[in-house]
């Protein structure tokens, strides 16, 4: 039996797509590492002819993606990026895309470095302001990509406002969700026509899988998503889709403790004498806090915060224990990273003074360890600058 739409979140996180194996009755779905299926006869076979198009965990785990985000359909791919490239490849030469002008960095890496060389353009805005993406499309603007809240400086965008403006316009609305999961935020039911995400992040949730997804509100896009996944072959292994399908059976439960921890850590920052900004949607001084309360269920734990110079970021990176130092978010560890010199190198030093990254800024990525520890940790790391 299919899992009914009318379920609550968690219940289809647990359910959707996870139905027992028909076969075996097991309770987990299956891995298929099979690469090609037996066909009874020329053009007679059981739904599945070579796994770059098809594959029964993949379909499972997509399955289980399209009814967390509420879209017709969902299609994962190798990795947030190949996610993301599928999604421009649907573009041609001479198409116009909108995007936010402080997205995580190998979005417009790839946007300007590769997209770019195939006749797609692209314009950079602060998608914070309705007004400036609508002013900045053209006759042959055919998408707007945002981030909310971007990544780092936590800035969001008003996908109610721009879905509309997009919706009048004829183009379509692409949201990478992947800083709230779908647990917090649900795009699609905001005017987005497609939902991306790294499941590398939250949905995975465990630090062990590359992974991306795009969710459509529209059969057509999720069509030619499908011919990209077998045209251009990015598509997810089994065995990590499976690694998906087991992560996301916790992803209710997991970000209920890390909006928790996340506020709790927050607050304690911007209290902190060291600590000269802090950027979080939570804190009622968030320029965007009431649009916050509005678009998303919860804040999230994804924090960033101004530690004054590149000196003292790297003193209290260098000290802490409980947090990890390195580049991710989303895992159940605490991950704490230097978004000037690791996840936006790619933009330069001017790129970054642009749209406001100083050497100084530290992201932290509030994972579900007790709260005390982090806290604990935290403090040791900056007290010692
Ligand atoms: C917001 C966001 N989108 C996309 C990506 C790319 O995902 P992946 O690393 O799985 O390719 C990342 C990676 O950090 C990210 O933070």
């Not at 800035?155 to 403006?165: E, H, P, V, W």
């Not at 379509?172 to 995400?197: C, I």
């Not at 003193?315 to 409980?322: P, S």
């Amino acid at each position: 039996m299919k899992t009914p739409k009318s379920l609550g979140f968690a219940t289809r996180a647990i359910h959707a797509g996870q139905e027992p194996d028909p076969l075996t009755g097991a309770v987990t779905v299956p891995i298929y590492p099979t690469s090609t299926y037996v066909q009874q006869g020329i053009g007679e076979h059981k739904g599945y002819e070579y796994s770059r198009v098809s594959n029964p965990t993949r379909a499972r785990l997509e399955e289980n993606l399209a009814a967390l985000e509420g879209g017709v359909a969902a299609r994962v791919f190798a990795s947030g990026m190949a996610a993301i490239n599928a999604i421009v490849s649907m573009l041609q030469s001479g198409d116009h895309v909108v995007c936010g002008n402080d997205l995580y960095g190998g979005t417009p890496r790839l946007f300007n470095q590769v997209m770019a060389n195939f006749g797609v353009e692209f314009t950079y805005v602060d998608t914070s302001d309705p007004a400036k993406v609508e002013g900045a499309i053209r006759k042959n603007t055919r998408m707007v990509y945002v981030e909310t809240p971007t990544n780092p400086l936590m800035r969001l965008s008003d996908l109610t406002a721009i879905g509309a403006i997009c919706r009048r316009k004829k183009i379509d609305l692409v949201v990478d969700n992947t800083f709230m999961s779908p647990y917090f935020q649900q795009p699609l039911s905001l005017g987005a026509d497609m939902v991306v995400h790294s499941t590398t992040k939250f949905l995975n949730g465990h630090s062990d899988g590359l992974g991306g997804v795009v969710v459509c509100a529209h059969q057509e896009h999720a069509d030619k998503l499908a011919f990209l996944q077998k045209a251009a072959g990015a598509i997810l292994s089994p065995f990590e889709c499976w690694l998906v399908l087991r992560g996301v059976k916790t992803l209710a439960a997991r970000m209920e403790i890390h909006d928790r921890s996340g506020r709790i850590v927050a607050d304690y920052l911007s209290k902190h004498k060291k600590v000269k900004a802090v950027f979080y949607p939570g804190l009622s001084d968030h320029p965007q806090h009431l649009l916050a309360k509005r678009q998303m269920s919860g804040f999230g734990s994804m924090i960033t915060f101004e530690t004054g110079s590149l000196k003292n970021a790297n003193t209290m990176l260098k000290k802490v224990r409980v947090c990890s130092l390195g580049e991710s978010l989303g895992g159940v560890e605490t991950l704490i990273s230097h978004p000037a010199t690791m996840t936006h190198a790619a933009l330069g030093p001017k790129g970054r003074k642009a749209i406001g990254i100083t050497d100084g800024l530290v992201r932290i990525s509030v994972g579900i360890e007790d709260v005390d520890d982090i806290l604990d940790d935290l403090d040791q790391a900056l007290n010692a600058i």
